[in-house]
C-alpha cells in the first residue's frame, strides 16, 4: 500500500458520500411532488456503490497482493417501492376515486440515510486529517 493510497482511499468514500447526500436531499426536496415531466408522481432514487481501483500499481505480483480498492457510485436507481395513495378529493392531481398518488419517499428513512452518509463523511475525513497528522509526524522525525 502506497503513501498516498489511503488518502485516495478516504477521498473515494468522500465523493461517494457527497454524491448519496446529494440523492437524499433531491428525494427529500420531492417528498410532495405529485407531477413530474414523466407524468405520475416523483420516484425515490437510491445510490448503488460499487468498488474502484486506487492503486496505480500495474505489475502483475503487486496486484495480486496489494489490491487496493476505494468506493465509487456505480448508478443511481429508482426505488420500486410502492407509492402512497391518500383519499383527498380536492387535491389537484387526484384521480376519478378521490385517491392522491404521493412519492415512495418516506421521510424517516431519509433522515437515517442521511445520517448515515453524515457518518460515514465524518470518518472519511477522519481518516485523512489522521493520515496528515502522521506524514506531519514522519516530517518530525526527519528534523
Known amino acids: 500500500m502506497g503513501i498516498l493510497d489511503m488518502l485516495k482511499v478516504s477521498a473515494s468514500g468522500l465523493k461517494s458520500q457527497r454524491i448519496r447526500m446529494e440523492v437524499i436531499a433531491s428525494n427529500l426536496a420531492n417528498i410532495h411532488t405529485t407531477r413530474t415531466d414523466e407524468g405520475g408522481p416523483f420516484v425515490k432514487k437510491e445510490v448503488v456503490f460499487g468498488t474502484s481501483e486506487v492503486s496505480e500499481t500495474k505489475e502483475f505480483g503487486k496486484i495480486l497482493s496489494e489490491r487496493i480498492e476505494g468506493v465509487k ?4 436507481v429508482k426505488s420500486n417501492k ?4 391518500v383519499y383527498d378529493p380536492g387535491h389537484p392531481d387526484a384521480d376519478k376515486e378521490g385517491y392522491v398518488t404521493f412519492p415512495n419517499v418516506n421521510l424517516m428513512e431519509e433522515m437515517a440515510d ?3 452518509a453524515t457518518r460515514a463523511y465524518e470518518a472519511n475525513v477522519n481518516v485523512i486529517n489522521t493520515t496528515k497528522e502522521m506524514f506531519i509526524k514522519t516530517l518530525d522525525i526527519g528534523k
Open 82 to 85: 410502492p407509492f402512497e395513495r
Open 114 to 116: 442521511m445520517i448515515s
Open 73 to 76: 457510485v456505480d448508478k443511481i
